[in-house]
């Protein structure tokens, strides 16, 4: 009974297969190598391109055991292949192109089949047109074909030497389940490397419409330039007209007033003769009326002609600049002296620097002249350059200071230097003091246009402007103009 009853509740024995080391290390080992390369797609966030390619590339080789591999892309839009990544074969191939349906590449490419292959391949049917030969020394490979979305974007090869073990198709079909995360990760670099283009051309465009927005600006600074020379141009020469009228009068009546004052002089020499021969009691009268004597009369109307043709010829002279101004500022180019430029722009500074006391400052004003030749130039332009940094030196001077106007030439230019040891520019503006309307003046005190104007011409002049300025220590600000325009 006990015997039955063991008979019956005993279990028939399972006999469990063992494992072989070799087949455990070697899952493990497939284990690990998918890990590796799942890690890898995992971090091309961190690649680049033909790095990233290259590392799945020798990632698969190791882990299916070859001797060798390739990875080649398509090129859809030029209907070619490049080799974009190799191992174990000749480097030189890299970036090579192939053509779609030739060798052994290019038919997996054009028919999106896998292929394995073992031994000599030269009489494969499949390849006879193409006229590919294998190198003797490869035994077997496996060729897949990588496709996005239906499409064949790229091949991926692997090779075993002649003797190696050859490859099986379960190396086939094992491999063929690993080429989703291969295409994703190789898809992934080809859209990366697109945003990169696609950024870099943003940004060549975006550097085009700020070069473009620059030349608007500066084109809309010489318009606003050019109708304000020409504005000042008509003042100048009505100015002109007006002033002119009058001082010829003046100017003439003078010459006049002159020769009659002569004749009358000549009255009055015969009149002191008389008194000389008068009595002493009237030359006692005269000594008490000084003022009525005839010396002092001819010498105080000689004094007073005198000023009058020193106010005139001043007068005449600054009729001559406008109308200097006037016929310039049409924009005649012509080959100039700076020098009178300079002065021209200095006379016209004149209120400013005479100003200077009135206010309780006290401003000298230096030139430091070097030799230097003619500047083909708009005059009129360019005076307006130098008078606006000739104001602004003055202005920028507290209760004393120096103006500076040096000039020297070199290699086919002229540099005019205007410096002063005003105030100076604080660092965080000195890029910014050219742009339209920005001042460092006061409010009311300034338009900000005139640096502006300044830097248009120049430019406008094939020349440029430079600025150094530390605060505290003063400005320095270099015009140079090269001596003939190309």
Known sequence: MRERHLRETTLPLQVIPAVRPSEAQESLQRLSWVYDLYRLGATIGASRGREFQQEVLEQIVHGLGATSGSLALVDEEKQMMFVAACTGLRTDIVGQPLNLGDGVLGWVAANGEPLLLIG????????????????????????????????????????????????????????????????????????????????????????????????????RVQVMQSEQMAALGRLAAGVAHEINNPLAYVSSNVGVLKNYLSQVFDLLAQYEAMIALASEQNASRAEDNPHRQPQFLKEDLLGLIAEVQAGVNRVKHIVRQLRLFSHSGQGEWEDADLHEVIESAIKFAGP????????????????????????????????????????????????????????????GWVEVAIADTGVGIEQENLERIFQPFFTSKPPGQGTGLGLSLSYSIVHKHQGRIEVKSRRGEGSTFTVCLPMKQS
């Open 120 to 219: 000599d391949i030269a009489h494969d049917e499949r390849f006879h047109k193409t006229g590919v030969t294998r190198e003797p020394r490869l035994g077997s490979a496996i060729v897949w074909p990588l496709k996005w979305r239906g499409r064949v974007t790229g091949i991926l090869s692997v090779n075993r030497d002649e003797g190696a073990p050859a490859f099986t198709q379960s190396h086939l079909e094992h491999g063929q389940a690993l080429l989703n995360l291969v295409v994703i990760a190789i898809e992934n670099t080809r859209l990366q490397d697109e945003q990169q283009k696609q950024i870099r051309g943003l940004t060549v465009l975006n550097a085009e419409l700020v070069s473009m927005h620059q030349r608007l600006e500066e084109a």
């Open 352 to 411: 400013e620097l005479r100003r200077a006391p009135n206010i309780g400052k006290t401003v000298v004003l230096e030139r430091h002249y070097g030799t230097i030749g003619k500047v083909s130039c708009v005059v009129a332009q360019i005076n307006q350059v130098f008078l606006n940094l000739i104001v602004n030196a003055v202005q920028a001077i507290g209760e004393e200071g120096k103006v500076t106007i040096s000039t020297s030439q070199k290699d």
